[in-house]
């Protein structure tokens, strides 16, 4: 299967929709009243509800519409944490964090003040519950209440990443306790209350979400009154948008960085900076094709990681030892199978007695992505093994894998996936966990020993004793055969130059914390 992307100006303006429109109206010039932030984001919101989020639009939107006690700043600066809803907050134990709510928080439709209890109700709904993000929490014990904003936070073991994977992130996002309960104990796409600095004042489904100034935030006032999201899956229409003055922010492709450096539009710039996303090659160790850990050691040894590094990365980047970040302390040093070998894929297919092997490879549709699959598509003929490419949009690919949409996930053959990673490894880690089976962990890795050692991981205090924990995870992925760690992608961005954007960790932006310049 041949996938061609061809996006031109003519191919573009057939579009439709708010893309369209957007191509329509020149930019208006910043004003002193109304200004707008305009961003454009690949793909369009799922879940609002802090428990059952994925992530991209759906991250970005409670960053403005709810709080977090603590946020990160840029990656690029250090990830350096600082406060947000909590006007104070410190440990003041190895288990234990007191806080303060910052004075003046409102819930809008009339729900009252912000208040412990709403802290106390937002973290204890996802510890032990279902949601993806229970994880973060597994070191959690309860909320104290003290007053009506101020609280204690207590741990079941010492666990320092909590300050920086719980608290200001995904969980640690605070909703309003009697809302949520008169919505039935959760929602989707309408927030019952909000509190932060934005309000979501508007959803056009697959085009635009419009966001406003909050007039009761007390906190720090945003350089913006208005954050208009715009929706375009297309990486090159998105890039094509930009240049006709459509939005201020996008990220793009990389492969377009070059052609970008070479014909910077007028008044743009570039951001390139390696990011904390990590791509990876599952095998579904699960599916009987796959069952003979010697055809998926056959699939490691095929892949041509040179090729995707240079094909569908421009060479931007390096090859991943695994899925915490390289250059960090905890960083693996290579992986067991790090030199490409036909002769031995194909040696490994006659003694597992497989021929005539055809695979289907589940892959997101971005230029990116796609170019990948097709290059592992090329490197996996040479070895007799046929790739057929089933390239799927974002909302049908993350039910793929997901056990409460059906046994689906139990089929799948190969999938390329990538997630955005987080400033601790047990972050990354967690997601191949035993636990994770039927959630994100597509590979059907089982490793009791695996989570012994996240186990051990999480609570340990020695930085060096952590990182043979990790490195020791990663080599347990790789000889499972259900892994072949790609890269962790490069972060290319275009900004107006009167911009100053915030890009946090998980690569997502932070509007609240764009800035005029």
Same mark, same amino acid.
């Given at each position: 299967?041949?996938?061609?992307?061809?996006?031109?100006?003519?191919?573009?303006?057939?579009?439709?929709?708010?893309?369209?429109?957007?191509?329509?109206?020149?930019?208006?010039?910043?004003?002193?009243?109304?200004?707008?932030?305009?961003?454009?984001?690949?793909?369009?919101?799922?879940?609002?509800?802090?428990?059952?989020?994925?992530?991209?639009?759906?991250?970005?939107?409670?960053?403005?519409?709810?709080?977090?006690?603590?946020?990160?700043?840029?990656?690029?600066?250090?990830?350096?944490?600082?406060?947000?809803?909590?006007?104070?907050?410190?440990?003041?134990?190895?288990?234990?964090?007191?806080?303060?709510?910052?004075?003046?928080?409102?819930?809008?439709?009339?729900?009252?003040?912000?208040?412990?209890?709403?802290?106390?109700?937002?973290?204890?709904?996802?510890?032990?519950?279902?949601?993806?993000?229970?994880?973060?929490?597994?070191?959690?014990?309860?909320?104290?209440?003290?007053?009506?904003?101020?609280?204690?936070?207590?741990?079941?073991?010492?666990?320092?990443?909590?300050?920086?994977?719980?608290?200001?992130?995904?969980?640690?996002?605070?909703?309003?306790?009697?809302?949520?309960?008169?919505?039935?104990?959760?929602?989707?796409?309408?927030?019952?209350?909000?509190?932060?600095?934005?309000?979501?004042?508007?959803?056009?489904?697959?085009?635009?979400?419009?966001?406003?100034?909050?007039?009761?935030?007390?906190?720090?006032?945003?350089?913006?009154?208005?954050?208009?999201?715009?929706?375009?899956?297309?990486? %090159? #229409?998105? *890039?094509? +948008? $930009?240049?006709? @003055? /459509?939005?201020?922010?996008?990220?793009?492709?990389?492969?377009?960085?070059?052609?970008?450096?070479?014909?910077?539009?007028?008044?743009?710039?570039?951001?390139?900076?390696?990011?904390?996303?990590?791509?990876?090659?599952?095998?579904?160790?699960?599916?009987?094709?796959?069952?003979?850990?010697?055809?998926? %050691? #056959?699939? *490691?040894? +095929? $892949?041509?990681? @040179? /090729?995707?590094?240079?094909?569908?990365?421009?060479?931007?980047?390096?090859?991943?030892?695994?899925?915490?970040?390289?250059?960090?302390?905890?960083?693996?040093?290579?992986?067991?199978?790090?030199?490409?070998?036909?002769?031995?894929?194909?040696?490994?297919?006659?003694?597992?007695?497989?021929?005539?092997?055809?695979?289907?490879?589940? +892959?997101?549709?971005?230029?990116?992505?796609?170019?990948?699959?097709?290059?592992?598509?090329?490197?996996?003929?040479?070895?007799?093994?046929?790739?057929?490419?089933?390239?799927?949009?974002?909302?049908?690919?993350?039910?793929?894998?997901?056990?409460?949409?059906?046994?689906?996930?139990?089929?799948?053959?190969?999938?390329?996936?990538?997630?955005?990673?987080?400033?601790?490894?047990?972050?990354?880690?967690?997601?191949?966990?035993?636990?994770?089976?039927?959630?994100?962990?597509?590979?059907?890795?089982?490793?009791?020993?695996?989570?012994?050692?996240?186990?051990?991981?999480?609570?340990?205090?020695?930085?060096?004793?952590?990182?043979?924990?990790?490195?020791?995870?990663?080599?347990?992925?790789?000889?499972?055969?259900?892994?072949?760690?790609?890269?962790?992608?490069?972060?290319?961005?275009?900004?107006?130059?009167?911009?100053?954007?915030?890009?946090?960790?998980?690569?997502?932006?932070?509007?609240?914390?764009?800035?005029?310049?």
């Amino acid at each position: 299967m041949t996938i061609h992307w061809r996006t031109d100006r003519r191919e573009l303006l057939k579009m439709g929709g708010a893309l369209a429109g957007l191509l329509a109206v020149p930019k208006m010039a910043w004003s002193a009243e109304g200004d707008t932030l305009r961003l454009r984001i690949d793909a369009d919101l799922q879940v609002l509800d802090p428990k059952g989020i994925i992530g991209g639009l759906d991250e970005i939107i409670p960053r403005c519409t709810q709080i977090s006690l603590i946020r990160l700043g840029d990656t690029r600066d250090g990830n350096q944490a600082m406060n947000w809803g909590a006007e104070e907050i410190e440990w003041t134990s190895p288990t234990t964090i007191a806080f303060t709510l910052m004075e003046g928080l409102k819930w809008t439709n009339g729900f009252g003040p912000v208040t412990a209890e709403d802290v106390k109700f937002s973290f204890e709904r996802i510890a032990g519950s279902d949601s993806a993000w229970a994880y973060q929490f597994e070191k959690f014990d309860h909320v104290e209440v003290t007053d009506a904003r101020s609280g204690i936070i207590h741990l079941k073991q010492p666990f320092k990443p909590f300050w920086v994977i719980t608290l200001p992130y995904y969980g640690g996002h605070i909703v309003c306790k009697a809302a949520v309960e008169k919505a039935g104990g959760s929602y989707t796409t309408e927030i019952p209350a909000q509190c932060g600095p934005f309000l979501m004042e508007k959803w056009e489904q697959n085009q635009k979400v419009t966001l406003v100034a909050n007039p009761d935030w007390p906190g720090p006032k945003s350089d913006f009154s208005r954050i208009e999201i715009y929706i375009v899956t297309d990486d %090159q #229409a998105a *890039q094509l +948008a $930009y240049e006709a @003055d /459509a939005f201020d922010f996008t990220r793009l492709a990389v492969s377009a960085a070059k052609q970008v450096k070479t014909n910077m539009p007028k008044g743009a710039r570039l951001i390139e900076a390696q990011s904390t996303r990590y791509a990876w090659l599952t095998i579904n160790m699960n599916s009987p094709l796959l069952s003979d850990i010697r055809v998926r %050691q #056959a699939i *490691q040894y +095929a $892949y041509d990681g @040179d /090729a995707v590094l240079q094909g569908a990365y421009d060479g931007l980047t390096g090859r991943a030892a695994g899925v915490v970040q390289p250059g960090t302390a905890f960083a693996r040093e290579k992986n067991h199978i790090a030199t490409r070998d036909v002769e031995k894929a194909k040696a490994l297919l006659a003694e597992a007695g497989v021929s005539n092997l055809t695979l289907k490879l589940v +892959a997101l549709t971005d230029s990116t992505t796609q170019a990948i699959a097709q290059i592992i598509q090329s490197s996996l003929a040479e070895a007799g093994i046929t790739v057929e490419i089933e390239p799927t949009e974002e909302a049908a690919y993350w039910a793929l894998g997901d056990k409460t949409q059906g046994d689906t996930y139990k089929t799948l053959e190969l999938v390329l996936m990538n997630f955005a990673g987080g400033i601790d490894p047990t972050e990354n880690l967690v997601w191949f966990r035993p636990d994770q089976i039927g959630v994100y962990n597509w590979s059907f890795f089982d490793s009791k020993e695996f989570e012994d050692l996240y186990q051990q991981g999480v609570v340990e205090q020695d930085d060096a004793k952590r990182k043979a924990i990790f490195n020791r995870m990663e080599d347990l992925m790789e000889d499972s055969g259900g892994f072949v760690f790609i890269c962790f992608e490069p972060y290319i961005a275009i900004h107006d130059d009167n911009l100053q954007p915030v890009i946090l960790a998980d690569g997502h932006p932070n509007p609240t914390m764009f800035k005029k310049i």
